[in-house]
């Protein structure tokens, strides 16, 4: 009679931010156990950022899971800290199981798997495939307003752009803003 194993995940980076009160040792294990039940949807989760506060009584967790090149967020609050990280593991299950499910669906499994399945394959044995030359679509010409970062995450939410490009009055650089969920953004800048 052979048990089943769960397959071992791998993860790069665990993060804990609690601005007001930090988590003590236990709680941390806490987390990272119940979030190490994500491992049955990936093979590979690059990071784990765990925001913690305590909000007039109430525990309130947000986790930002990047698994698969994908980005998965969500936060709950409760009158207790383990009922708030219950529920965040189990929305983010939810999550993850109908990504992935949207994935088999479309006849794809996640990059990491294609990357397994793919590497032991010598030279010989891959064909190759024509490519199609990448081609310019279109040029978009943009006024490029000096401002702050914060004036510009400010435009970028009024203007509900999942991409904002302006120039950033503190730097005198190119700034792109990149929605990655909702009021939450990447400033990406060049380097001199």
């Known amino acids: 009679m052979s048990k089943s194993r769960r397959k071992q995940v791998e993860i790069v ?7 007001h009160q930090d988590l003590n040792e236990a709680e941390k294990q806490y987390v990272r156990r119940k979030l190490s039940k994500l491992a049955r949807f990936f093979h590979k989760i ?3 950022d765990v925001t913690y506060e ?3 009584g109430q525990h ?18 409760a009158h207790e800290f383990r009922a708030a990280v219950d529920a965040v593991v189990q929305k983010l299950e939810h999550q993850l199981a109908r990504y992935k499910e949207r994935l088999q669906k479309r006849g794809r499994t996640p990059r990491e798997e294609v990357l397994e399945a793919t590497l032991p394959e010598t030279q010989e044995t891959i064909e190759e495939t024509p490519r ?7 040029t978009v010409l943009i006024p490029m307003k000096p401002m702050s970062v914060e004036e510009a995450i400010l435009q970028a939410h009024l203007e ?5 490009v302006f120039l ?5 650089r ?6 990655v969920e909702e009021g939450v953004y990447d400033l990406i800048q060049g380097m001199d």
């Open 54 to 56: 305590l909000l007039r």
């Open 160 to 164: 509900q752009a999942p991409v904002y």
């Open 174 to 179: 190119n700034g792109v803003l990149v929605q």
């Open 60 to 77: 309130r967790v947000a986790v930002l899971v990047d698994a698969d090149g994908q980005k998965f967020h969500h936060e709950e609050t």
């Open 132 to 138: 199609r030359k990448p081609t310019l679509r279109r």
């Open 46 to 48: 690059w990071t784990l």
């Open 13 to 19: 980076d665990v993060t804990f931010r609690s601005p």
């Open 168 to 172: 950033d009055a503190d730097t005198n």
